[in-house]
């Protein structure tokens, strides 16, 4: 039986309208069930460990070394955002059912996971022109002054993505109905069409643009650069590079879909066993975006690279070790 919606948009698997084919909706079921087992036993194991790892390498560098370059905070706190974006994507781990809470907390996880939304794209709009912007004379000052105010600049991008969550959480159209059980999904099912506009429009829309303005402006300073500067400075953030296609990939799907239930809702048609199982399937691939954002840090970021050569290099003197150790006792028991 349907809970209470009040888009008049319902999940075809909660629903099983007479309307609708009953093998097309198990036949999505087992679909979503078995990339979500995929998703689960592969990315969030593989993405929360990498991250884990990323933290230590990087706060130990730091502590031993007494500072932290500025590639290393930005990068710091996207890991931070994409393993709490990981740990939000637990929440779709009852698929192909879906939780059943109050409006009230539907709303209070979706708000709290539109912060690290919005935050890790605003961090690499902000990695990405800290990138470009010291070839460019009328960028230099900006970046100077960002570079030397860190954790201020970080302070407000954050403040700046909660401040579009809260717009995005008062657009839900829940508030009359706090108390109401609904099926319950990061981006609620049960959201006015506003709300899923301005997640595509704040989210990846405007995003998109200032990042396709500031790879042009990239390309442009590749075309004029008379020196190596340039490129190195290119190639030393690479990663930066791979975070953007990796991120736009991942969201773009899943925006696409947005978009298609927001048309849903304003042409008041029904959502298809097929358009959930794509639904589903590009909420699981978002979530892998940060995993595989994590795993680019790690293989190439350099000092991410040298602490896992470290940290492999330590293993295996510890294993000598152990090996030298059992042969002596060997010998000395044969003797």
């Known amino acids: ?39 689960i036993g592969i990315m969030v194991p593989l ?8 933290l230590a390498i990087i706060i130990r560098k730091r502590i031993c070394h007494q500072n932290m370059e500025n590639m290393d905070f930005y990068l710091l706190s996207m890991a931070v955002t994409d393993l709490t974006i ?9 698929r192909p059912s879906y939780m059943e809470i109050t409006n009230l ?6 708000s709290l996971f539109n912060v690290s939304y919005f935050t890790s ?32 600049t970080l302070s407000v991008t954050v403040l700046f993505s909660v401040l579009l969550s809260l717009l995005a959480t008062s657009l839900l159209g829940t508030h009359k109905d706090l108390h109401t059980t609904t099926f319950c999904q990061l981006d609620p099912l049960n959201a006015k069409p506003e709300y899923d506009l301005v997640k595509f429009t704040a989210g990846f829309c405007f995003p998109t643009l200032l990042t396709l303005l500031f790879f042009l402006l990239l390309v442009y300073q590749l075309r ?17 590079l791979l975070h953007v296609v990796v991120m736009f990939a991942s969201r773009l799907f899943y925006n696409v879909m947005l978009i298609r239930r927001t048309s849903l809702k ?23 975006g940060s995993s595989l954002n994590l795993l680019f840090t790690l293989t190439l970021h350099g000092p991410c690279r040298l602490g896992i050569w470290k940290g492999l290099h330590f293993l295996k003197k ?7 150790y059992d042969g002596v006792e060997m010998l000395s028991s044969a003797k």
Do not use: W
């Open 1 to 39: 039986m349907a809970l209470q919606n009040k888009t008049g948009l319902y999940y075809p698997s909660q629903t099983l309208d007479p309307e609708i084919d009953i093998e097309e909706v198990i036949f999505s079921q087992n679909i979503i069930s078995r990339v979500l087992h995929g998703y």
């Open 318 to 324: 510890l294993c000598c070790k152990s090996q030298t």
């Open 105 to 110: 907390a539907c709303g209070a996880i979706s």
């Open 121 to 152: 794209q605003n961090l690499l709009l902000l990695m990405f022109l800290t990138m470009i912007a010291p070839n460019s004379s009328t960028l230099r000052s900006l970046t100077a002054m960002v570079n030397h105010n860190r954790l201020a």
């Open 86 to 94: 990981i740990l939000y994507s637990l929440t779709a781990i009852t």
């Open 224 to 240: 004029q650069a008379e020196d190596s500067t340039v490129k190195e400075n290119v190639q030393a953030q690479k990663v930066t």
């Open 266 to 288: 304003l042409c008041v048609l029904s959502m298809s066993p097929i358009e959930e199982l794509l639904f589903n399937t590009a909420e699981l691939v978002l979530f892998s």
């Open 47 to 54: 993405g929360i460990l990498i991250g884990i790892t990323i």
